[in-house]
């Protein structure tokens, strides 16, 4: 019996049945809201086209057919007129898709049914009944709860599939859910109740007492004779009163199987999508993508082409530059092209070595058991020229000696690779090659320079996309989805996964070679793209995110020393004050209180303290950090749970567990720095994410006193000042901020004067504090209601305080509102290098809509700063290279961070600060200041 994970068949003799209301409500709520040119939302019809098509291209079923519900109830309401009562209205924004997804389904060519007199599940379960009668194969697209009771893994099996979670639902699966087969799952949907049909099943039994009481007694008739012995009085007592109500649930859940079928199953055949109805229907939707990805599901004659020549990429502009990463090519493994480097082998990879020395290019994949390449262990490796075979070298499997063979040595692996991959020819191609260069580094391989990295490519030219990970990238880009090991369930879905470690040799191969293979591919595509884009996108990659990969390649494996025992002390002092925070609010309740319990404090502030309901949520109002912040100024409680929340954050994420991640044999911390993650530019660091350390509290400036320097040594930080409101003065043009960063005056000062109306003599610490908390506002889009919050003030005081600060800087107003009006003409934002990220959020409205003009704000000064802080590092660490006295460890914010020889900071901080100051050249100076100390506390003063 194969361990495979279950996953549909398509082909011959296949009928895909599409529970289209069930995605079309889903993927409303799953994606951001998208409108169409003429402002119609248009986000489920996109979402459910993008979810008809990839099945399509991915299984090529036989018979297709849409399922849609006409509001038929099949005869349920007549049993219970308060059958799905307590149903939410429809959004607003959806109500009109679902005409618009019908004219979809029939543009796509794809078989409409629905009935007036039956709900689209007893469709469903009709057509597989009478599909599985003819014998086919059914798969039901949808990820619905009641039509699990119809899978079944007998010849001719019924599947369901979730798109949306990649997920293939059998009987196993249900069982494994529910603990009970699908034959049973309706007697457990009525012992248990649904609430979203309004079932009301029995009282007090959930899903695993109903699935106990059916495998002890059989089926819901089972349970109910056997109620009156049941030994538990409570359930006992339910059973026998609500007996009736689960007879009634067992009917409302059951499924209609014998629904004359509006359409027989021949007429069910796909035909293909029609080239012009689709290109009439979809491009005045904006659909475009879509129209490009049809590909073979266009119903239409195949346009000639040189066999076997690789596709041309497609370019998918939204405007002059800005790119969305989508389908461009294709791409088929070939497991068969794979080999593997034996312990005999030694010879047969010399000369697949001295073959890609004479290639222009090496494609490299690395496999690792653990997800920091700083951490993980480099188990094989996978290489191959431009075409030919890949060749799998096992370096560190697990009894590999007992399943398939001896592996070479590494000592003799070294000695052939090393060359190779440090030599500048043939060019290196790889993704993620900053991880790569780690994993390599840890068995002693070099990895010189990369010439192309299709993750960073994806990141500097689209970083709004969710994901620029390799398999991601595969999906999107060449329409194929990358093998994973046969009993590895995907990312998230069990914890049964092997470790790379353990996997067979033949099987890692394969997992790993045909990442090789689909990174050709990728290459390929990218490179047309990259020859296709404008020379300041192009410059985004081999300017700055390539270099940058090269710094952090060196900065990562550093580290900073930490005095773990000045830790502990932190930790143990930490305890008390939070022992202290406790007990002040057990005393203010007048009991003891679980600040941890979101039910105990829901009952603590609005029954006991009657404080006035936040956010509504499934269990009652929300206790979030944002929540408690609008009470605190009710109640001194609720600042006495966020200080409890505050401490035990950071005695959990940093004083007790930043000891666990020092290296005992150097004292140092090392992080890892995302480089392809955040959609601003910036970086960000995990394993730990030192970013987050709070910066102006007393907690945190003691935690960075356990950052230190080693004897000899100093820690030297340099910080641009004010970089944010330098580039809004730079791009604003406003003559009132340029002047007071050009007259090098302070800035918060002079702002406080003239929203104050007082000399900069006489600005007091608190209107400067103000004037500070409005300056760094403007640049975050911050409104009234969120500065009164920071200041602890009242709205409208925010508001005018706002308003004079606009009406003395009317530059930055100006250009605050064209930056929107600018963004929502061209559909994206762009730094000051010409980095450009797409705002589809401009094109909604409500809450999307406010988000995308916060990014229309944000990007062209947050993303700005990024830029200019990574055109710091590769100046510095390039200017440092070969200076063994001074190395550059860590970048937090707009800080970057050195160790260097106690005796020569001063000739550090000269030889740095210009470099940082002179990265770019703005209608106002860079500043930079610099601290130096035996601790990076000590840096700041």
């Not at 029939?106 to 469903?124: K, S």
């Not at 944000?858 to 830029?867: E, V």
Request: proline residues 7%; aromatic residues 6%.
């Amino acid at each position: 019996m194969s361990d495979a994970p279950l996953r549909p068949e398509g082909g011959p003799g296949s009928l895909f049945i599409f529970d289209s209301y069930n995605f079309a409500f889903r993927a409303y709520h799953a994606l951001p809201m998208l409108n169409a040119p003429d402002g119609r939302p248009v986000n489920a019809v996109h979402g459910f086209c993008r979810m008809v098509q990839a099945v399509r291209r991915e299984f090529a079923p036989q018979y297709v057919v849409a399922i849609f519900d006409a509001g038929g109830d099949g005869h349920r309401r007549e049993m219970y007129a308060e059958y799905k009562a307590t149903r939410a209205p429809t959004p607003e924004d959806l109500r009109p898709q679902f005409p618009l997804i019908r004219e979809a389904t029939d543009a796509l060519g794809i078989p409409r049914v629905e009935d007036r007199g039956y709900e689209a599940d007893d469709l469903i379960a009709s057509y597989t009944k009478a599909a599985r009668a003819q014998g086919l194969r059914v798969v039901i697209v949808s990820g619905d709860k009641d039509l699990m009771q119809l899978v079944d893994d007998a010849a001719p099996a019924c599947l369901l599939y979730d798109t949306m979670k990649s997920l293939t639902v059998g009987p196993q699966q249900v069982l494994e859910k529910f603990g009970v087969p699908p034959s049973r799952l309706g007697d457990l949907l009525a012992l248990v109740g649904d609430s979203s049909d309004n079932v009301p099943g029995v009282p007090g039994i959930g899903p695993k007492t109903a699935a106990a009481l059916l495998l002890e007694h059989g089926d819901l008739e089972g349970v109910l004779a056997a109620a009156p012995a049941i030994p538990q009085r409570a359930r006992r007592e339910k059973l026998i009163a609500h007996a009736d109500d689960a007879r009634m649930s067992r009917r409302l859940v059951a499924l209609h199987e014998d629904v004359a079928l509006p359409l027989p199953i021949p007429q069910l055949q796909d035909p293909g999508a029609d080239e012009a109805a689709v290109v009439e229907f979809f491009e005045p939707l904006g659909f475009r993508q879509i129209v490009r990805e049809l590909g073979s599901t266009v119903r239409r004659p195949a346009a000639s082409a040189t066999a076997g020549a690789p596709a041309a990429a497609t370019v998918p502009v939204v405007d002059e530059g800005a790119i969305e990463i989508g389908r461009s090519g294709s791409f088929e493994a070939d497991p068969d092209a794979i080999v593997v480097i034996g312990g005999d082998d030694e010879a047969r990879l010399a000369a697949l070595v001295e073959a890609w020395g004479a290639q222009p290019r090496l494609f490299v994949h690395a496999l690792a058991e653990g997800d920091d390449p700083l951490r993980a262990q480099l188990i094989g490796l996978a290489l191959g020229g431009g075409d030919g075979p890949v060749a799998y070298v096992p370096l560190q499997h697990r009894q590999a000696d007992l399943v398939s063979g001896p592996t070479l040595p590494l000592p003799r692996v070294q000695a052939l690779l090393a060359p190779l991959l440090a030599a500048d020819r043939p060019q290196k191609l790889a993704h993620d090659h900053k991880g790569l260069g780690h994993l390599l580094s840890s068995v002693g391989l070099p990895l010189g320079a990369v010439a192309m990295d299709p993750m960073l490519v994806s990141y500097a030219l689209d970083p709004a996309r969710s994901a620029h990970d390799l398999e991601a990238l595969v999906h999107d880009v060449l329409g194929a989805t990358l093998p994973v090991a046969d009993d590895s369930p995907r990312k998230g879905q069990g914890r049964s996964r092997r470790r790379a470690g353990d996997l067979d040799v033949p099987e890692a191969a394969r997992v790993t070679g045909v990442r090789v293979q689909a990174l050709r591919a990728l290459v390929r595509d990218f490179t047309a793209l990259l020859a296709s884009v404008p020379t300041s996108a192009r410059k985004l990659v081999d300017d700055i995110e390539m270099p940058l990969s090269w710094v952090l390649r060196r900065v990562e494996p550093r580290g900073i020393v930490v005095d773990t025992e000045q830790l502990a002390r932190q930790s143990a002092d930490l305890a008390t004050q939070i022992a202290a925070v406790q007990a002040a609010v057990d005393q203010q309740a007048g009991h003891a209180v679980h600040i941890d319990s979101p039910i105990q404090l829901q009952k603590l502030l609005f029954e006991e303290r009657s404080l006035p309901p936040t956010r509504k949520t499934k269990t009652g109002f929300t206790t979030d950090a944002k929540a408690l912040e609008e009470l605190a100024l009710l109640d001194p409680i609720v600042v006495d749970i966020l200080t409890y929340r505050s401490l035990t954050k950071l005695k959990g994420t940093y004083l007790d567990t930043l000891p666990a991640l020092v290296d005992p044999a150097t004292s140092r911390l090392r992080t890892s720095f995302h480089q392809a993650v955040a959609a601003t530019g910036r970086l960000s660091s995990a394993d730990p994410n030192l970013q987050n350390i709070p910066i102006r509290t007393a907690e945190g400036k003691r935690i960075r006193e356990a950052f230190v320097a080693p004897p000899g040594r100093m820690l030297v930080a340099l910080d641009y000042s004010q970089i944010e409101l330098r580039i809004l003065a730079h791009l604003s043009g406003d003559p009132n901020l340029v002047s007071a960063f050009v007259e090098g005056v302070d800035v918060h000062r002079r702002t406080a004067a003239e929203v104050f109306g007082v000399g900069e003599h006489e600005v007091s610490d608190e209107q400067r504090r103000i004037a500070k908390a409005v300056n760094f506002g403007v640049v975050y889009g911050q409104t009234a209601f969120g500065l009164a919050q920071q200041l602890g003030i009242p709205r409208g005081k925010a508001g005018s305080y706002i308003r004079a600060y606009f009406e003395r800087v009317p530059g930055v107003d100006r250009y605050m509102r064209e930056l929107i009006t600018i963004a929502s003409a061209k559909g994206y934002a762009e730094t000051i290098l010409g980095r450009k990220r797409r705002i589809p959020e401009l094109g909604m409205r409500g809450p999307s809509r406010s988000y995308g003009e916060r990014i229309a704000r944000n990007t062209p000064i947050q993303g700005s700063a990024a830029d200019i802080l990574k055109l710091a590092m590769i100046a510095v660490e390039r200017r440092l290279e070969h200076e063994p006295w001074a190395q550059m460890l860590l970048t937090v914010h707009d800080e970057l961070i050195f160790e260097c020889d106690e005796r020569r900071v001063d000739e550090l901080v000269a030889l740095a600060k210009p470099l940082m100051q002179d990265a770019v050249t703005l209608s106002v100076p860079l500043s930079v200041e610099a601290g130096w100390g035996r601790s990076w506390a000590a840096c700041k003063g």
